[in-house]
T-cell receptor, first 116, second 114 residues
């Protein structure tokens, strides 16, 4: 049973370009979460999506960032016109449907974005 | 502002020693989770605690959730070099019908020397 798959693992973009990060959740998982980890900081929540719906985007910057989780295919985190401050590790997590307290989120290996 | 404060930030000990990592907040959490993260990898869940005062053991690791559900601790007995890693606590403040956003602490970087 494959885990959460993120690609690419490493992404280098020049300032002003677009970055597209992909996340395929674990089989059977319908909930996806994106987190960002800056050097020496903890993970910061960005957005929570279910298939075709954004549930909570309270952690997303208002501009340049968007996320989707289409009916078919992976979840995409898109960063337009990247700046150096966007350099970070971006992690995706997925969880199955259900709200019991033993529901857990499984994290992918992350995409390390470097803006040059 | 960090909702969860972890201490210490760095911990360097010899094999065989015991250690405790703390995770504190002024907020109440519906559940609290501990993760371990290796360099270049994503966090891996160690345990979830949901009841105030709850204690969970995982081999040499003991996790405790405070009575008021505002703090937690991780205690490792007889640490081994394989325990080296970044330990993260994360809390959920409002459990709705599904698992929601997690608030993470900055982490404790543990190094165990042979």
């Amino acid at each position: 049973n494959a885990g959460v798959m993120q690609n690419p693992r490493h992404l280098v973009r020049r300032r002003g370009q677009e970055a597209r990060l992909r996340c395929s959740p674990m089989k059977g998982h319908s909930h996806v979460y994106w987190y960002r980890q800056l050097p020496e900081e903890g993970l910061k929540f960005m957005v929570y999506l279910q298939k075709e719906n954004i549930i909570d985007e309270s952690g997303m910057p208002k501009e340049r960032f968007s996320a989707e989780f289409p009916k078919e295919g992976p979840s995409i985190l898109r960063i337009q016109q990247v700046v150096r401050g966007d350099s970070a590790a971006y992690f995706c997590a997925s969880s199955p449907q259900g709200g019991s307290y033993d529901t857990e989120a499984f994290f992918g290996q992350g995409t390390r974005l470097t803006v040059v | 502002t960090q909702l969860l404060e972890q201490s210490p930030q760095f911990l360097s000990i010899q094999e065989g020693e015991n250690l405790t990592v703390y995770c504190n907040s002024s907020s109440v959490f519906s559940s609290l989770q501990w993760y371990r993260q290796e360099p270049g990898e994503g966090p891996v869940l160690l345990v979830t605690v949901v009841t105030g005062g709850e204690v969970k053991k995982l081999k040499r690791l003991t996790f405790q959730f405070g009575d008021a559900r505002k703090d937690s601790s991780l205690h490792i007995t007889a640490a081994q070099p394989g325990d080296t890693g970044l330990y993260l606590c994360a809390g959920e403040t409002d459990r709705g019908s599904t698992l929601g956003r997690l608030y993470f602490g900055r982490g404790t970087q543990l190094t165990v020397w042979p």
